[in-house]
């Protein structure tokens, strides 16, 4: 436990420049390290649920210890403090493949193979190692940080390890074109089982064919007539 807000945390740490996203639980934002004036992510939680800080937690611990053998986006800064259920980390920003898909109408075949190999390289060793999965994959989850495409948001996998209404739920950061079938019909309110590390998987693929210059909607066709 910590003596320190999170504010105060932030505010001898980093400066605020813009605001990305914001709920009543989950913020997300530009920030700027006063030490060396480096740009990064910076990403808090504020929850009244004991069992989902935890499961946040070891999302966020996840992230670092897969930062050390693959190419998961290496967490910079973090804070927790469970006395208020409040944690907080900063990642290091680099451009995401969301951004480079708006910005280009296709990839090289080079990157596009590169990419494939760097996801499913950390896909299958945090499943061999942790027997974790992301859970959220989709192009604003991968970043180009030091000439390299990284994974970043472990945590919402975390969360959807749990079962009952938690993990039915765990979807805020989910854009729905990168979900399989299965995984909608849950946030649906539909019984159903899912393999999550398929379903990362198939996101994958949706988001191998965005790169290729296939449009949303006929990508999520061809998987669906591929399953």
């Given amino acids: ?46 929850t009244s649920n004991e069992s989902r800080y935890n499961t946040l937690q070891r999302g966020i611990e996840l992230s670092q210890s897969l930062s050390r053998a693959t190419k998961a986006l290496p967490i910079i800064g973090k804070f927790n403090d469970k006395s208020e259920n409040h944690l907080a980390y900063a990642l290091p920003q680099g451009i995401s493949l969301e951004q480079l898909l708006n910005e280009r109408k296709g990839f090289e075949e080079q990157d596009v193979l590169k990419l494939a190999h760097t996801v499913t390289a950390t896909l299958a060793y945090a499943k061999k190692r942790f027997g974790a999965f992301h859970g959220d994959l989709k192009p604003s989850n991968i970043i180009e940080y030091d000439q390299q495409f990284r994974l970043s948001d472990w945590e919402i996998g975390a969360l959807l390890a749990q079962s009952g209404e938690l993990a039915l739920r765990a979807h805020s950061y989910n854009d729905l074109l990168y979900l399989p079938p299965e995984r909608i019909a849950i946030a649906e309110g539909v019984s159903t089982q899912v393999d999550f590390f398929k379903a990362d998987v198939y996101s994958l693929g949706l988001i191998l064919l965005r790169m290729l210059g296939v449009s949303n909607e006929r990508a999520k066709r061809l998987s669906i007539r591929v399953l």
């Fill in 1 to 46: 436990m910590q003596n320190t807000s999170v504010s105060a945390w932030l505010g001898d740490n980093y400066e605020i420049i813009s605001r990305i996203h914001a709920n009543d639980q989950v913020s997300v934002s530009q920030a700027c390290d006063k030490a060396n004036k480096s740009l990064f992510y910076l990403k808090t939680f504020k």
